[in-house]
């Protein structure tokens, strides 16, 4: 099945240690996101690509940086986490064009900071 | 400025009750689309409106967009524990435009 993938499924770092978290997709679709969800809140959109164009959402900290090498593939790297990085992150692809753009998501890396 | 509001934003009921909870805004929406977030998973579209007075169902679930495009409601018919998970409705649009409101958190009780 078509899908989006995500790993680790729970990351632990420590304070300061910079880690990676990455994101897969079989749908081909050309917009791919990042979103943060802390406890009993809405995801927070942080940025997204539409094909190769990096979109960086005005309050998403310098910390937080991604990369789209290709289609497929998208990655979140937190330069230096800090206590308060601690979260979900949501990755989630859509198809633009089609007039009704859905949000496909993941299921989420559960990020802790040590 | 917080564009979608969600209400409540936590219900707790026993299992075979109704419900219904609510999403709207100041704004008129293009789309509006609902979502349910599971514990430790990422939310998965229930449902799509685009007309102004649409009505969807989705098995127990019934969907309705108001008249104006400006808000719509979610009612859940006996209600069961599998129904549990945080609802959230979201305005249509891609990137910074698909905008989240903060969410419903459902607890069904056996």
């Known amino acids: 099945d078509a899908m989006v993938i995500q790993n680790p499924r729970y990351q632990v770092t420590q304070f300061g240690k910079p880690v990676t978290l990455s994101c897969s997709q079989t749908?081909?679709?050309?917009?791919m996101y990042w979103y943060q969800q802390k406890s009993s809140q809405a995801p927070k959109l942080l940025f997204h690509?539409?094909?190769?164009?990096?979109?960086n959402e005005a309050d998403t900290p310098d910390n937080f940086q991604s990369r789209r090498p290709n289609t497929s593939f998208c990655f979140l790297d937190i330069r230096s986490p800090g206590l308060g990085d601690a979260a979900m992150y949501l990755c989630?692809?859509?198809?633009?064009?089609?007039?009704?753009?859905?949000?496909?998501f993941g299921s989420g890396t559960q990020l802790s900071v040590l | 400025t917080q564009l979608l509001e969600q209400s409540p934003q936590f219900l707790s009921i026993q299992e075979g009750e109704n419900l219904t909870v609510y999403c709207n805004s100041s704004?008129?929406?293009?789309?509006l689309q609902w979502y349910r977030q599971e514990p430790g998973e990422g939310p998965v579209l229930l449902v799509t409106?685009?007309?102004?007075?649409e009505v969807k169902k989705l098995k127990r679930l019934t969907f309705q967009f108001g008249d104006a495009r400006k808000d719509s409601s979610l009612h859940i018919t006996a209600a069961q524990p599998g129904d549990t998970g945080l609802y959230l409705c979201?305005?249509?649009?891609?990137?910074?435009?698909?905008?989240f409101g903060p969410g419903t958190r459902l607890s069904v009780l056996p």
């Open positions: 989630a692809t859509s198809r633009v064009g089609k007039g009704d753009e859905k949000l496909f």
């Open positions: 979201a305005r249509g649009g891609y990137g910074q435009n698909f905008v």
């Open positions: 409106v685009v007309t102004g007075g």
């Open positions: 704004s008129v929406f293009s789309s």
């Open positions: 690509y539409y094909d190769k164009d990096f979109n």
């Open positions: 749908l081909n679709h050309n917009v």
